[in-house]
């Protein structure tokens, strides 16, 4: 049977959740960042000359020749107990953790999603931080989860505002990035964090804790996550990653849970994807049983700390009068908000065409969203680029001037 000429190509049908979706943010994130011609702030990639080559080439090396048969077999949905062992030690130097408490994952994008099929059911309510990140919002929105957005200030999360959208919406998880957030770049500091812990513990709801960029501290001060105050580990899902630490190409990073959610959280991962990759688990594990991801950690932040300075120091000039941008201590991010008669959406495409892009702000807010916000990377370019890129932004934001 052949197709009549006129007849329209095949649509497959797709479910609600996903229609719509055609164009996730994070894909034009990535085609934006291949373009030559543009020097892209928009994503959150590591500059992959700073990446381990030869320490991550010399562990998958040593896998293949000591552990070949295993590596290229099938594992548990847990992980690999060599991968929990030394992702336990690591979350313990802030909380005691052992290798049962520890389930891994391919990245902390499957570690938010895993949770989300695990714990949400549709119509419930998620708190997070207004800005958050984009995916883990969609992640939630996927399995029906309505995302509301809760008040912060330069110190994140307010905890009289989360106290309140608590009372009001009875969310069944509050999901914050308290260290180098993404977005804003910023840090709770521990008051801060203490006071939320008390919200929390007192209203009785789960928190889910995302801490990809904690040890990318460019002062040398790392902070505790919040699930290891007294009270919070048990209430407390917390997601590591080794994507910005090592390499996000891995896909490797882990959640740690205590109590009987850890069994249903092993039963989801292996529904969605059985396990994650144990070449990749025990190259990990090699890795960070063999090589000192600290300092490694240490002389990629050197890096990046160079890269917020030039950013800060070219971009503060080019703000109009009122805008706000902050200033991380860490992480890859800075968050500048230019203020009224500005939207950064509709500026992206002169930058574009003047050879600069960063990420409109507005996708990163569940409701209300500031739409003279952007996010800008600093860690991808070196200072130079840095510069002369964003006085090329500068002159567009001029143009803009409302
Ligand atoms: C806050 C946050 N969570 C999770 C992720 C997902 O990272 P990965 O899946 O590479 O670990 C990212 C990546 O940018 C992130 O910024």
């Given at each position: ?8 190509p ?32 928009a ?5 992959p ?7 991550v ?6 896998v293949l020749a000591?552990?070949?048969h295993?590596?290229?077999?099938y594992g ?12 336990a ?9 052992d290798?049962?408490?520890i ?9 938010l999603f ?31 989860a309505?995302?509301?957005g809760?008040?912060t ?9 989360l ?19 993404n977005?804003t770049?910023?840090?709770m ?7 939320v812990?008390?919200?929390l513990?007192?209203?009785?709801v789960?928190?889910v804790?995302d801490?990809p960029y904690?040890?990318?501290s460019?002062t ?7 699930a290891?105050?007294?009270g919070?580990?048990?209430r ?14 891995v ?8 109590g009987?959610?850890l069994?249903?959280?092993a ?7 059985m ?6 688990q025990?190259?990990v594990?090699?890795y960070?049983?063999?090589?000192d991801?600290d ?12 890269r ?9 000039p080019?703000l ?9 201590e860490?992480?890859m ?5 230019l203020?009224?008669g500005?939207?950064?959406?509709e500026?992206l495409?002169a930058?574009?065409?003047a ?12 409701d ?6 952007m996010?800008?990377s ?12 964003v ?5 567009v ?6």
């Amino acid at each position: 049977m052949t197709t009549p000429p006129s007849a329209a190509p095949f649509r497959f049908p797709v479910a609600a959740r996903y229609a719509g979706m055609e164009s996730s943010p994070l894909k034009d994130i990535f085609a934006l960042a291949a373009r030559e011609d543009v020097v892209s702030f928009a994503g959150g990639i590591p500059d992959p000359e700073l990446f381990a080559l030869e320490d991550v080439t010399a562990c998958y090396d040593w896998v293949l020749a000591h552990q070949g048969h295993r590596a290229l077999q099938y594992g548990v949905s847990e992980g690999e107990l060599e991968l929990r062992e030394q992702a336990a030690r690591r979350v313990s130097r802030d909380l005691p953790t052992d290798a049962s408490q520890i389930r891994v994952t391919s990245g902390s994008q499957e570690g938010l999603f895993v949770l989300a099929q695990a714990l949400l059911e549709p119509g419930d309510v998620v708190l997070v931080e207004s800005p958050t990140y984009l995916a883990a919002v969609q992640a939630f929105s996927v399995h029906g989860a309505r995302m509301i957005g809760v008040d912060t200030d330069d110190d994140g999360v307010i905890p009289e505002a989360l106290e309140e959208a608590i009372r009001t919406h009875h969310p069944r998880m509050v999901y914050l990035i308290p260290t180098f957030q993404n977005p804003t770049g910023r840090t709770m500091p521990v008051e801060r964090r203490q006071a939320v812990a008390e919200v929390l513990a007192r209203t009785d709801v789960p928190l889910v804790e995302d801490d990809p960029y904690g040890a990318l501290s460019f002062t040398g001060h790392t902070w505790a996550p919040i699930a290891a105050l007294p009270g919070m580990g048990e209430r407390t899902i917390l997601l590591n990653s080794m994507s910005k630490l090592m390499s996000p190409g891995v896909r490797i990073g882990w959640m740690r849970a205590e109590g009987p959610v850890l069994d249903t959280l092993a039963v989801a991962k292996a529904a969605i994807s059985m396990q994650s990759s144990v070449v990749d688990q025990l190259m990990v594990a090699r890795y960070l049983e063999t090589v000192d991801l600290d300092a490694h950690v240490a002389r990629v932040s050197a890096v990046y700390r160079e890269r917020r300075d030039a950013m800060s120091a070219a971009i503060a000039p080019v703000l109009p009068a009122g805008a706000h941008v902050t200033r991380p201590e860490g992480g890859m991010f800075l968050w500048a908000a230019l203020g009224e008669g500005y939207d950064a959406q509709e500026m992206l495409a002169a930058a574009v065409e003047a050879g600069v892009a960063y990420l409109p702000g507005w996708s990163f807010f569940a409701d209300h969203a500031d739409r003279s916000t952007m996010r800008l990377s600093f860690v991808t370019h070196s200072p130079a680029v840095i510069e002369d890129a964003v006085a090329r932004l500068g002159e567009v934001i001029a143009a803009h001037r409302a």
